[in-house]
């Protein structure tokens, strides 16, 4: 129940603000490549420049109004909660606070190195800061009483770790040096002077009215108003005043960049001169799309948690409070583990948006196609056996990475792995398409399908729980819905845009042939195991393990993979050797 209210709501509202770094650093990726592939180092280190400092002065004011309004936030956002669970929720999403700077700007940095070619860094720091976090959450879990503060803070200090390694790698990889007065000083100052004026509005206001809701949103916007006023731009809270915010951001940027902008037009000797209402439709027209999308894909979520929280209970006469629960092991443990391989994907995505828009600029179409093929197959390779492996061994593995659950709880949760492993597949693809089609110049298509999407599984939730008794699991079959229609219709937009039509035996049948393989001997391997250890633990570990190289040896058997595809993945090169030395390989 605590976890539900931590990932469901603080966690929620923390992720918020981090939506415009994430279109931030979706619209980075491609301009940085670009500068690059032309050597202009200098371009680039403006650009990357540019992008941390706006990025900083959204991420600042959004995490100290957090911090300042957590309560009321929490409460205008999230009904019908007890005392207790709102004071609960708005401390963890004050411990959490920080983190939306660090992950705002870590998230940013990871776009940046992947838009300089350097894909596996951001990998490679996501794996130390994951150690870190682990070990920390651990250490305070077993020497602090901090109970679930204890993951709140392993959390922040995840989020801390990327952000420093991320702007220390790039750092390295262009000699590039942040300005700090204007990136951070200014932005936290005028972020100070706004946290003050926002507790002193709502407090007043709410010793007059008595009520959080209504003394919070006037908060809010005179908040804003008061951190644009100090010189910075405004924050990203309140949705009332985003066209005022917009705005003045703009003029606020125009302004601390006039020298340097007058200095480049001096030399400038093109004779075609944008006029100020073109450049402003092309920043909006770019920018925009990635938020909806980004937002769209959240809603998913946020409407799931909302049917089933707040709707079923009252439908069915159910107890609030093991409802919550229920929803927190499928939030917290199963749709988790269900997202995991998906990051992959995610990655992949990322670097395609600037390969396909360099083919498409250069009209490569069939370059284009053969990229996207190849990606698809990659992310199809990685993928598929991933969901096998989590619809084999998903009550070992919930019992590998979730500890203390009674039978109940890991039963369920298994389950709900179970159901939602097929999703995996689905969301590995719709999120390589969306990308693709982004790259493409088509970044309107992946919000009209995520939103068509979003209605289907909605409508389908609130079916299987109105006229069936599947309970949660009605939720875990609407999410692989979703992720499944995303699939098609993106796969079915990529098709259109480039007349592109995917090899189907080496990219779906032999890598699904290869993982039934996979999966009865990990099944076979840890059952064996567990007759013997009467541990899951210690069975499921050597059952993953020798699983991999099954796959690995029976896609290679089956003619499913060539020796230069294997040589494109991380360390490709090392794979092949032993392929050859096994003779899998000539």
């Not at 894909?119 to 682990?134: K, R």
């Not at 000083?185 to 002193?200: C, K, Q, T």
Request: hydrophobic fraction near 55%; charge should be positive; include cysteine.
């Amino acid at each position: 129940e605590k976890y539900g209210i931590f990932s469901g709501q603080s966690l929620t509202m923390s992720n918020i603000p981090i939506a415009f770094a994430s279109a931030m650093a979706s619209a980075m990726i491609p301009s940085v490549a670009q500068l690059m592939a032309a050597r202009d180092v200098k371009g680039a280190r403006e650009k990357i420049g540019l992008a941390v400092k706006t990025t900083m002065v959204i991420s600042i004011p959004c995490a100290v109004g957090l911090f300042v309004l957590a309560k009321p936030v929490i409460s205008l956002l999230f009904t019908n909660k007890t005392a207790e669970e709102l004071n609960l929720a708005a401390a963890l999403l004050m411990t959490l606070s920080l983190s939306v700077i660090f992950y705002a700007l870590s998230t940013l940095n990871s776009s940046i190195l992947q838009g300089l070619g350097k894909v596996n860094t951001p990998i490679i720091n996501a794996g130390i800061s994951l150690v870190v976090q682990t070990v920390a959450a651990v250490l305070l879990l077993m020497f602090t009483r901090l109970d679930l503060y204890s993951i709140a803070i392993a959390n922040t200090l995840y989020s801390g770790m990327m952000c420093v390694l991320n702007q220390w790698a790039v750092r390295r990889a262009v000699g590039y040096r942040q300005e700090i007065v204007k990136t951070f000083v200014i932005p936290a100052f005028a972020s100070a002077f706004m946290g003050a004026a926002a507790w002193a509005i709502y407090e007043g206001l709410y010793m007059v009215t008595k009520s959080m809701r209504i003394s919070v949103i006037p908060a809010i916007v005179i908040a804003a108003v008061v951190y644009a006023t100090y010189g910075a731009v405004g924050s990203a809270l309140g949705t009332g005043v985003g066209v005022l915010v917009a705005l003045l951001f703009m003029a606020g940027v125009y302004a601390l960049n006039r020298g340097m902008i007058l200095r480049r037009v001096q030399r400038d000797r093109h004779e075609h001169v944008d006029s100020y209402g073109q450049i402003f439709k092309t920043i909006t027209l770019v920018v925009t799309p990635f938020i909806l999308s980004t937002a769209v894909y959240n809603l998913s979520s946020t409407v799931n948690n909302s049917i089933y929280t707040k709707w079923y209970p009252s439908l069915r006469n159910l107890d609030t409070v093991s409802i919550y629960e229920k929803y927190g092991i499928f939030s917290g443990q199963s749709l988790t583990m269900s997202n995991i391989p998906i990051a992959f994907a995610s990655a992949m995505a990322s670097a395609m948006i600037p390969s396909v828009a360099q083919l498409m600029a250069a009209r490569d179409v069939k370059g284009a196609r053969e990229k996207i093929g190849l990606a698809v197959k990659t992310t199809m390779v990685i993928s598929i056996p991933c969901a096998v492996g989590l619809f084999v061994l998903a009550k070992p593995v919930i019992s590998l990475l979730f500890t203390n659950k009674t039978a109940e709880e890991l039963n369920l949760a298994a389950a709900l792995l179970m159901t939602l492993s097929l999703s995996v597949i689905f969301y590995a693809l719709s999120t390589l398409n969306s990308s693709i089609l982004q790259g493409l110049g088509k970044v309107n298509t992946p919000i009209i399908n995520a939103g068509i999407s979003l209605v289907v599984q909605t409508v389908a939730a609130v079916l299987l729980l109105m006229f069936t008794r599947l309970d949660l699991y009605s939720i875990a079959i609407a999410n692989t819905l979703y992720s499944g229609m995303m699939c098609v219709l993106n796969q079915w937009a990529v098709r259109r845009a480039v007349g592109y039509r995917q090899e189907i035996v080496k990219t779906f049948v032999i890598p699904a042939f290869a993982s039934a393989f996979m999966g009865a001997a990990a099944w076979a391997i840890y059952e064996g195991l567990y007759m013997v250890t009467k541990s899951m633990r210690i069975s499921v570990i050597p059952a993953i393990v020798i699983a991999a190289v099954v796959y690995f040896v029976m896609l290679i058997l089956m003619r499913g993979i060539t020796e230069q595809e294997l040589r494109s993945f991380p360390k490709g090169y090392l794979l092949v050797k032993v392929a050859k030395k096994c003779r899998l390989l000539r």
